[in-house]
């Protein structure tokens, strides 16, 4: 049974490139979770997706949007990428309205843009 | 705002020897803390979840503790081994909302 898998594992771009990043989900779960780690920082929430739709958002810019499939695998778009946005993108996957204990993340992209 | 802060930010300790992390946390309301271990370059693992009736948690060497009236978590690691090594981040749930800790840095030195 296939855990979360993200690809690409690592990625370089420049500054006012676009980038996506795209999560298949753990077998069995339709909820897919994007998350922004800084190095030496805790997960930032971007947004979460269920039945195609983002159901919620966090603090992140429109340059931020995302998308997910019927068969529940979701992609990270990012729009005219600043440096800032070098970072570990994580995808998290769980059940909606499962047991908020099973939420698997997969071992993310590390994003460097230049 | 909710928030959730560790301490210390990293720590070195020699193999073998034990190690506490500590959380403090002010979200509300409070439904589940977590910690998670996270290997350098990789996602994070879920290593104990905790409501809040519960007040200790254990998962092989991994012993968590909460207090939810002082709103104060800890994680003991016993007889730490060198893959031990990584970042433990804490993790509170309010309703369906998680606030992520910065995480604390533990290296296991042999």
């Known amino acids: 049974d296939a855990g979360v898998t993200q690809s690409p594992t690592h990625l370089i771009k420049t500054r006012g490139q676009q980038v996506t990043l795209r999560c298949s989900p753990k077998?069995?779960?339709?909820?897919v979770s994007w998350y922004q780690q800084a190095l030496g920082q805790g997960p930032q929430f971007i947004f979460q997706?269920?039945?195609?739709?983002?159901?919620q958002r966090g603090n992140f810019p429109d340059r931020f949007s995302g998308h997910q499939f019927p068969n529940y695998s979701s992609e990270l778009n990012v729009n005219a990428l600043l440096l800032g946005d070098s970072a570990l993108y994580l995808c998290?996957?769980?059940?909606?309205?499962?047991?908020?204990?099973?939420?698997?993340f997969g071992s993310g992209t590390q994003l460097s843009v230049l | 705002k909710n928030q959730v802060e560790q301490s210390p930010q990293s720590l070195i300790i020699l193999e073998g020897k034990n190690c506490t992390l500590q959380?403090?946390?002010?979200?509300?309301?409070?439904?589940?803390l977590r910690w998670y271990k996270q290997d350098t370059g990789r996602g994070p693992v879920s290593l104990t979840i905790?409501?809040?009736?519960?007040n200790t948690k254990s998962n092989g060497r991994y012993t968590a503790t909460l207090d939810a009236d002082t709103k104060q978590s800890s994680l003991h690691i016993t007889a730490s081994q060198l893959s031990d090594s990584a970042s433990y981040i804490c993790?509170?749930?309010?309703?369906?909302?998680?606030?992520f800790g910065a995480g604390t840095t533990v290296t296991v030195r042999a």
């Open positions: 998290a996957s769980s059940l909606f309205g499962g047991d908020v204990e099973k939420l698997f």
């Open positions: 077998s069995g779960h339709d909820t």
């Open positions: 997706y269920y039945e195609e739709e983002e159901r």
């Open positions: 959380c403090n946390y002010t979200v509300s309301p409070f439904s589940n």
């Open positions: 905790m409501t809040f009736s519960e």
């Open positions: 993790v509170v749930s309010a309703s369906d909302q998680l606030s």
